[in-house]
């Protein structure tokens, strides 16, 4: 049985809803595991920093941080 004009619009404008949400679930989710990784890579250079001796610490930069959250989320991802 064939769908009238106004259902099968119905049935587009669902399908379209559920594509948005799921792109926007996806967008979401990226975001969260992107924080993720660079709260994770905050504390484990935080850890090492506090665990190496005075001569050895270096200063944690927020190019250090992003270093490493780059590095965990590939490692991840691969």
């Known amino acids: 049985m064939a769908l009238t004009a106004e259902q ?3 049935v587009d ?3 379209a809803l559920d594509t948005s949400r799921a792109s926007a679930n996806a967008a979401t989710e ?7 990784s660079i709260r ?4 484990v250079l935080v850890e ?6 005075a001569a050895d610490a270096t200063d ?3 190019a250090a ?5 780059t590095q965990l989320a590939t490692y991840v991802n691969s």
């Open 8 to 10: 099968q619009s119905q």
């Open 13 to 15: 404008l669902q399908s």
């Open 30 to 36: 990226a975001a969260r595991a992107r924080l993720e």
């Open 40 to 43: 994770l890579a905050k504390e």
């Open 48 to 53: 090492n920093r506090r665990t190496s001796s």
């Open 60 to 62: 944690i930069t927020a």
């Open 65 to 69: 941080i992003t270093e490493l959250a």
